[in-house]
């Protein structure tokens, strides 16, 4: 990518310290992903993805910018997408998921909190990742405590604007939510300039529909009983999903999905019939996060499903098509968003029943619970979810971890226990 240095240069970025990363990252990718047998062929798009993850799409949104487009930064699927397309920005998801950053996340951080909001307050502050150097605008919410305090330390680097999420799910919260939609609504068309019309939103309503209906699509495939692509390129396509062109990434993806459905047919799998089946359940896993999912594959294990923000949360449930107004449409946006069950929710009975509900469509011997260290609501909201698992004869192990490697040996002699007990 050493084409891309004079671009790199113009955003500002710390280009010592990225040239680490450059090394880092192939190596870190080869020995997951590139040794896997049996890949579909339509793996060879995301291939590409990863090695032009600094380059192609930095100068795509380069060249948006030069047009005079905007481009925006968000941390969190609660975050409308359809708002920032609508408003003609380029969006982008910004969580970072490598040690790497940490670092410069501690200089202006506590070192006792989530390593997720350690790592992408680090990328911008250490200016060593393009996406956050190409942002115009980042915009937070109050999922937890370390990210809302985040936000106020990004805000001295690059303008940061925060949605106000709701911490509960009554009638009041529904419209609070629409007016916290409303407001972002305001806020992306003084940035860009452009108005958001009716006819604009349900445009990108209907375009994030789609990209959700290709993730639903490649998910169904791994319910099979053969199931025709491992669960780290499931998890790679779907962090990919977050930063791509829209329309490329779901005309690839659904060609990729071809090749699954034709795989599932001539029963062609990648795992071994005696491997588990798993679930994961917990944090967002970002790029270039693939430790666990890498742990329990080469275990005797297959991950099936993710019940986490880079998984199922990320696409399941449809934006409603059939609004008309703006208030119609705010009002779909705001449902739709708050159907997502993350740990923030109190209370939250309704991610019981989404874990419990996964773990039988997509036919999983066992759950894997994987929280963030210092993450609090994620590991205290694990009790109630143990028990609910229990009570439903599905066994479950909690791994607790950061980015480093340091406990990989240990998380594996659990594993293997835990794949050993279910078999």
Known sequence: MADYRELWGRLGMDLEKHDVLCEV??????G????QENRPEGMNYYNFVVSEVHGLRIKELDDHKKQGGKVVGTFCVFVPDELILAAGAAGVGLCAGSQFWIEDGEKVLPRNICPLVKAFTGAKVGGTCPYFQSCDMIVG?????????????????????????????RDKDYKKWSEEIYDLKAKLEKL????????KLAEA???????????LRLYSARKALNVPISGKDALLISQIAFYDNPERFIEMTNKLCEELEERIKNEVSVSKKDDKRILISGTPMAVPNWKIHHILETSGAIVVAEETCTGTRYFENL?????????????????????????????????????????KEFKADGVIYNSLQFCHTYNIEYANVEKALK???????FIESDYSNDDVGQIQTRVEAFLEMIG
């Open 205 to 215: 309503i209907k375009l994030c529909n789609r990209k959700r209906l290709a993730l």
């Open 192 to 199: 860009t300039g452009n108005e958001i019309t009716e006819a």
């Open 32 to 35: 997951v992903y590139l040794g």
């Open 391 to 397: 009570a439903a004869g599905i066994p479950v192990l």
């Open 319 to 359: 934006v409603d098509e059939s609004a008309a107004t703006m208030d119609e449409m705010i009002n779909a946006l705001a449902d739709r968003y708050l159907k997502i069950n993350c740990a923030c929710f109190t209370p939250n009975k309704g991610r019981e029943d989404d874990i419990i509900r996964l773990a």
């Open 141 to 169: 919410e109050t999922t937890c405590d370390a990210k809302k305090k985040a936000w106020e330390v990004l805000d001295d680097y690059v303008d940061t604007y925060v949605m106000d999420l709701p911490q509960m799910k």
């Open 25 to 30: 990252l192939p190596q870190l990718y080869g």
